[in-house]
């Protein structure tokens, strides 16, 4: 019998009708009800005779592999494969797969509701009020100001899209380079493509959609934060360690760039106890959210069948459809 071993949250949540419809097939289907990340040791337990895996954010890392012998195919409920070793799985022969475009416009979305967050000081602002003090905090608009997105795949093309909506400018540094074109829209909403220096130096905005890679490992530090204005915005709903967290925290305290708001971390929860933590926490132009930027209901009922769909092909089941 086929076994399934589903790691993301949300398939016990928004995927019963598929997890039941696999049942059906004859397909043995362990699915995360713990409402928790499973720990290491449970994951690797659950994962030692799973023919197939969907992983959210566990880690899939040599020694999982190494005792997962019937382990056949991997599909990532996402696209960052950084928590997977890609290179020791071809090695074993398993096959990888990834959901692309499934969380595209929640991730673009809550992209602006972090800048909006920032401009308009909401979060600041519900604090004062909770705590009885009428406090009006003024703040900017977006009309007008100039967006640098930096990687350009589904994500940041979607983000370009609504850039346009609010009336900005965009700027676009591509992954794989920059391309040294213009194109626009009906010859209104025009689109940059330009060098990263040219990027930082003229955003009011910089918003990251990379993948993590060495390449891309701290691709934000000191350098580059400098090269930024200083009434500038940093997002993050990437990965966290594209972003120096010790070069950001000296950036804010030092009024190189306005305000940084995150949706991810380089490690996921943060070590609470430690300094640089605590001290971006205490830091009032600093915004971390708990890595939600994919976590709409509409996203997690798209990515359960994406994923589901990637999965079989990989594992050659083709009876199944959802």
Do not use: C
């Amino acid at each position: 019998m086929t076994k399934i071993l589903l790691t993301p949250r949300g398939f016990y949540n928004y995927g019963k009708n598929e997890i039941n419809k696999l049942k059906k097939a004859g397909i043995e289907v362990i699915a995360n009800d713990t409402g928790e990340k499973y720990d290491d040791n449970k994951f690797k337990e659950l994962a030692k005779n799973a023919d197939g895996i969907i992983v959210g954010l566990d880690k899939i890392d040599q020694s999982l592999i190494s005792q997962s012998t019937k382990l056949k195919a991997i599909v990532k409920f996402g696209v960052g494969l950084d928590n997977i070793d890609v290179e020791y799985a071809k090695k074993k022969k398993i096959l990888i797969g990834k959901t692309i475009g499934s969380n595209t416009i929640s991730v673009a979305e809550m992209v602006f509701g972090l800048i909006l967050n920032s401009y308009r000081n909401i979060s600041n602002s519900i604090s004062l009020v909770e705590n009885n003090k009428w406090q009006k905090i003024t703040g900017r608009e977006l009309n007008s100001k100039t967006i640098g997105i930096i990687g350009y795949g589904n994500i940041g093309k979607q983000v370009e899209r609504i850039a346009h909506g609010f009336g900005m400018k965009v700027m676009v540094l591509a992954h794989d380079g920059h391309i040294s074109t213009t194109t626009s829209e009906n010859g209104a909403n025009t689109t940059y493509f330009v060098s990263k220096e040219k990027l930082l130096v003229n955003s009011d905005i910089v918003t990251l959609h990379l993948p993590l890679t060495q390449e891309t490992n701290n691709f934000i530090g000191t350098n580059e934060l400098k090269k930024m204005k200083k009434d500038s915005i940093l997002i993050n709903t990437s990965r966290g360690k594209i972003v120096n967290e010790k070069d950001l925290l000296s950036a804010l305290k030092n009024k190189k760039i306005y305000a940084a708001a995150m949706d991810v971390y380089s490690s996921e929860p943060p070590f609470w106890e430690e300094k640089i933590i605590q001290d971006l926490l205490a830091t009032p132009n600093f915004y971390l959210t708990p890595h939600i930027a994919s976590r709409t209901v509409e996203a997690e009922k798209k990515t359960i069948k994406i994923s589901l769909m990637e999965l079989l092909n990989l594992l050659k089941i083709n009876s199944i459809h959802f």
